[in-house]
């Protein structure tokens, strides 16, 4: 007997047929013999609309009202598989967020949980009820609808299974578990049957976007054990849990990339103290998040400057670097928004050396410069010209063994 | 300075633009310094698909679950609505049923509100905001969300306006008020300024289908004055109010009809004590209203007995009678949907005599032959063929003075 949370997607609540198919689902794990709690996202497309409406009517909207609003798809979606599963003979209740409840701060719109209370529901599965709670929301200190941000509804399964001390957090998605790197590029990349936090959150923030970064951090301070598989495939999934549970440590787990980025050299900066403050500073004040930095010094005292920004915010960085150049004094901006950053993640990599090593020579073989390096603890990471992506991520998955059988 | 409720329905409520003229109307009354609450609608067409999702996937829902899926679209619309108030300038709050509270007992589906806590309400309208109440829901005893049934916001804008001490409540609907007879068959009906409660629950429950009969009684009790006004137009509805209100009491006030009827006649009935309760007890068994009653004693101790029923249960009256047929031992069963029920209705025939006989004289100068008469202290129905709805009605119309000015 376990005690599991499932959460379901908007995909896999878009209609009848797949809620009743979710029941069915929940109904296998009850008849397993395991308690039960399920958290659901509205139907897929439902959100947008009561975005869409809020955003027209003002673009300055109350975000209170906003979440009064945006909290209802989630709502609609807990009252009909609680029927779904009555139908077929399981017994379940509907929770919405005030009622649980899920308390969380004042932030409206991307409010934070501050605390889910987890007895009634503990003891309502013990009794053998399937509580179905709303993902996504929860209650502010003044009793106002509060909602967690896009994508909450992870967030909203990793709490409620803190809270309930469940064994284990099931996250349904459209995918089936969490690759070596993405199979559209790399055919022969293998599910993972574990991952840790950490590889997880470094996978997950360079463009795995198999689950948000908050639910892993999360899970990792919580540590809550995540499943991530299928809901449309019986198999299992990838589980995301704590390093120690992970026997065998792989030195690399994963290739990721992300597309997103920008590259911006600033040329010939003065070279005295603060003038990376200054930049930086006067970034963050713009609102524009910066990535990996490289500063190299040049013989005349001047020294030029490359770092990453999204490239979203490419035209915003470029902008507000502009208005300070009396200020900085650069000679100019060169801005490139064709590059790619690419990253080998492993726990392994602690107690390993070469693995950096392994990634410059391979991508040197294949006639691929690297623009930037960065490296954390269990992660390297190389931009490279935006053509090169496949390439590069191909090549890597090779070097480091990564490859599963032909597909 | 008036205290006014303001409630607006589906059609009012339909979309962005349509919740923004909704949002010029309220700020009408606020500029001219009146403390507003506004009750609203789910958007037309919403709660029917909720309604549609639940019994799609069984008919036998769990009713508390229903209430919290239909509960939404109300959710919705008083978010919006509060967004667009705040947008032109009108401080505003959103309020669900459980927020309010709006408590009811725990017959989902079609709770009774038992207790409407108007305190932090009127302190909010004090202070200049204007309150956004949900309509339809209340929450239940145990703290889940219950609903009123269908046309249940009327309802909620009566209880707030009693909890709230309003000195009005509007309903702004898409008629402009109450006439005299349905416009659409006499072009010469009269927009009423006043009627009395007990008129309003007589027209309403013969069809004229403007307000909730639950609305009316509720406002009846609570002495909560009604004004039925429309929503596009900008001009004075009619009010439903205590009689004392009304100074100049009209004999007759409105004709009603309803084409919602079916006569059936037992034919020779044994006419002995206790055979009138057998028969309605059993109909009463199977969940069929009946409305006029007449018996005719035959020479011979047997009895013909007439009554009519509502049409759509017409079937299943027949079906209880034939099966009960060799306990109350008559002849034949003679059923004939194809009639309409006429009524002439006003307070002022408590104190005026011959309301009837012009009723009755009118009739035979058109050739129209009664078939069931049937009369209360403020109303004299009569059942005739259905082809003869129309003449009827504008007959009747003429002869009690109601006619207005040529259209």
Same mark, same amino acid.
């Given at each position: 007997?376990?005690?599991?949370?499932?959460?379901?997607?908007?995909?896999?609540?878009?209609?009848?047929?797949?809620?009743?198919?979710?029941?069915?689902?929940?109904?296998?794990?009850?008849?397993?013999?395991?308690?039960?709690?399920?958290?659901?996202?509205?139907?897929?497309?439902?959100?947008?609309?009561?975005?869409?409406?809020?955003?027209?009517?003002?673009?300055? +909207?109350?975000?209170?009202? @906003?979440?009064?609003?945006?909290?209802?798809?989630?709502?609609?979606?807990?009252?009909?598989?609680?029927?779904?599963?009555?139908?077929?003979?399981?017994?379940?209740?509907?929770? $919405?967020?005030?009622?649980?409840?899920?308390?969380?701060? +004042?932030? +409206?719109?991307?409010?934070?949980?501050?605390?889910?209370?987890?007895?009634?529901?503990?003891?309502?599965?013990?009794?053998?009820?399937?509580?179905?709670?709303?993902?996504?929301?929860?209650?502010?200190?003044?009793?106002?609808?509060?909602?967690?941000?896009?994508?909450?509804?992870? #967030?909203?399964?990793?709490?409620?299974?803190? *809270?309930?001390?469940?064994?284990?957090?099931?996250?349904?998605?459209?995918?089936?578990?969490? @690759?070596?790197?993405?199979?559209?590029?790399?055919?022969?990349?293998?599910?993972?049957?574990?991952?840790? @936090?950490?590889? =997880?959150?470094?996978?997950?923030?360079?463009? *795995?976007?198999?689950?948000?970064?908050?639910?892993?951090? =999360?899970?990792?301070?919580?540590?809550?054990?995540? $499943?991530? #598989?299928?809901?449309?495939?019986?198999?299992?999934?990838?589980?995301?849990?704590?390093?120690?549970?992970? =026997?065998?440590?792989?030195?690399?787990?994963?290739?990721? @990339?992300?597309?997103? %980025?920008?590259?911006?050299?600033?040329?010939?900066?003065?070279?005295?103290?603060?003038?990376?403050?200054?930049?930086?500073?006067?970034?963050?004040?713009?609102?524009?998040?910066?990535?990996?930095?490289?500063?190299?010094?040049? *013989?005349?005292?001047?020294?030029?400057?490359?770092?990453?920004?999204?490239?979203?915010?490419? /035209?915003?960085?470029?902008?507000?670097?502009?208005?300070?150049?009396? %200020?900085?004094?650069?000679?100019?901006?060169?801005?490139?928004?064709?590059?790619?950053?690419?990253?080998?993640?492993?726990?392994?990599?602690?107690? +390993?050396?070469?693995? /950096?090593?392994?990634?410059?020579?391979?991508?040197?073989?294949?006639?691929?410069?690297?623009?930037?390096?960065?490296?954390? %603890?269990?992660?390297?990471?190389? #931009?490279?010209?935006?053509?090169?992506?496949?390439?590069?991520?191909?090549?890597?998955?090779? *070097?480091?063994? #990564?490859?599963?059988? /032909?597909?």
């Amino acid at each position: 007997m376990s005690r599991i949370v499932m959460k379901f997607g908007g995909t896999s609540m878009a209609d009848l047929d797949r809620i009743r198919n979710v029941a069915n689902r929940v109904k296998r794990e009850v008849d397993a013999g395991n308690e039960v709690a399920v958290v659901v996202s509205a139907m897929a497309g439902t959100t947008n609309q009561l975005v869409k409406w809020c955003q027209d009517l003002s673009p300055l +909207h109350d975000p209170r009202e @906003y979440d009064v609003v945006v909290a209802t798809g989630e709502q609609v979606t807990i009252g009909l598989l609680a029927i779904a599963l009555q139908t077929i003979g399981v017994p379940a209740r509907s929770w $919405q967020g005030w009622q649980v409840p899920v308390r969380t701060d +004042h932030a +409206h719109g991307k409010a934070r949980v501050t605390e889910v209370e987890g007895e009634t529901l503990i003891a309502r599965m013990q009794a053998g009820e399937v509580p179905v709670v709303a993902g996504f929301q929860g209650v502010a200190p003044d009793g106002r609808v509060s909602t967690l941000g896009r994508g909450g509804s992870d #967030l909203s399964a990793v709490v409620l299974a803190a *809270a309930i001390k469940a064994d284990r957090c099931d996250i349904y998605t459209d995918v089936d578990g969490i @690759y070596t790197t993405d199979p559209r590029i790399v055919p022969r990349a293998r599910k993972l049957d574990r991952i840790s @936090y950490e590889e =997880m959150l470094e996978l997950a923030s360079v463009g *795995a976007k198999v689950l948000q970064t908050r639910s892993v951090e =999360m899970a990792m301070k919580a540590r809550v054990r995540v $499943q991530v #598989l299928s809901s449309f495939e019986d198999k299992p999934g990838s589980l995301v849990v704590d390093e120690d549970e992970i =026997m065998e440590k792989p030195i690399v787990s994963g290739i990721a @990339y992300s597309r997103d %980025e920008a590259k911006v050299t600033l040329r010939r900066v003065p070279d005295r103290p603060g003038i990376a403050a200054t930049v930086f500073g006067l970034l963050a004040a713009a609102n524009v998040n910066v990535d990996m930095i490289v500063q190299n010094l040049g *013989a005349d005292g001047s020294t030029d400057m490359t770092f990453t920004v999204g490239r979203a915010d490419l /035209a915003r960085a470029q902008d507000a670097l502009d208005k300070a150049r009396p %200020e900085v004094g650069f000679e100019a901006i060169l801005a490139d928004p064709d590059v790619a950053k690419i990253s080998v993640v492993g726990i392994g990599m602690r107690s +390993h050396a070469g693995v /950096a090593t392994t990634m410059f020579r391979t991508l040197a073989e294949k006639g691929i410069n690297i623009q930037v390096i960065s490296t954390s %603890e269990i992660k390297v990471s190389v #931009l490279v010209a935006a053509d090169y992506t496949e390439l590069a991520v191909r090549a890597l998955h090779t *070097a480091y063994g #990564l490859d599963g059988p /032909a597909a």
